[in-house]
């Protein structure tokens, strides 16, 4: 089955405490982005990666880190959470090129920084 | 550079109720639009999408859209709300040109259906 994946689906952590939540995908899709979503803010981009050891920064990238060593694999790496980074946090894959670039998402991770 | 307005935070129909949540969108190029659902405690879903084919796209659950360019407008609209129908959405636009093609979401719009 076509699937984005995230782990884990819940974390509460405490300010400062070191996380990375993953995303995996199994469509051998190029791109790949993070997302954060805040009540009435809808969706907001933190990171995207248009291929592998390709990053770069969306429009909320403060306070995270992203890599992209393989295709399949991008994780979200918080260095030192703070409580304003409680969010429930979205992976999504695409094609890049073609008509059929809507964006895959992943059940999401809801987040608490304690 | 690219946005979405949704009028509208939170809209209430009655069951079998004519459901239309408003979806505005500004872009400096030809876009593409999106709208997506998302149920309780679950991820987004792609309800439907333009592409610059049919300006009246249909998609899943029996939603459609119209794209209006004169407008700026892409509305989702279904003719008869369900209970099932109750969930927050989306709208979302990104660019036809440009290789990082950012989609851009509004803020959602809860809908609720009432009995």
């Known amino acids: 089955e076509a699937q984005v994946t995230q782990n884990p689906r819940y974390l509460i952590t405490v300010t400062g405490k070191k996380l990375t939540v993953t995303c995996s995908q199994n469509m051998n899709h190029e791109y790949m982005s993070w997302y954060r979503q805040d009540p009435g803010l809808g969706l907001r981009q933190i990171y995207y990666?248009?291929?592998?050891?390709?990053?770069d920064k969306g429009d909320v990238p403060e306070g995270y880190k992203v890599s992209r060593k393989e295709k399949r694999n991008f994780p979200l790496i918080l260095e030192s959470p703070s409580p304003n980074q409680t969010s429930l946090y979205f992976c999504a894959s695409r094609n890049p090129t073609g008509r059929a670039i809507e964006q895959y998402f992943g059940p999401g991770t809801r987040l608490t920084v304690t | 550079a690219q946005s979405v307005t949704q009028l509208g935070s939170h809209v209430s129909v009655s069951e079998g109720a004519l459901v239309l949540l408003r979806c505005n969108y500004s872009?400096?190029?030809?876009?593409?639009l999106f709208w997506y659902v998302q149920y309780p405690n679950q991820g987004l879903q792609l309800l439907l999408k333009y592409t610059s084919a049919a300006t009246l796209v249909k998609g899943i659950n029996g939603f459609e859209a119209e794209f209006k360019k004169s407008e700026t407008s892409f509305h989702l609209t279904k003719p008869s709300a369900h209970m099932s129908d109750a969930a927050e959405y989306f709208c979302?636009?990104?660019?036809?040109?440009?290789?990082?093609?950012?989609?851009?979401f509004g803020s959602g719009t809860q809908l609720t259906v009432l009995p």
């Open positions: 979302a636009v990104t660019a036809l040109s440009g290789s990082a093609r950012q989609l851009t």
């Open positions: 872009s400096s190029v030809p876009p593409y």
């Open positions: 990666s248009m291929n592998v050891e390709v990053t």
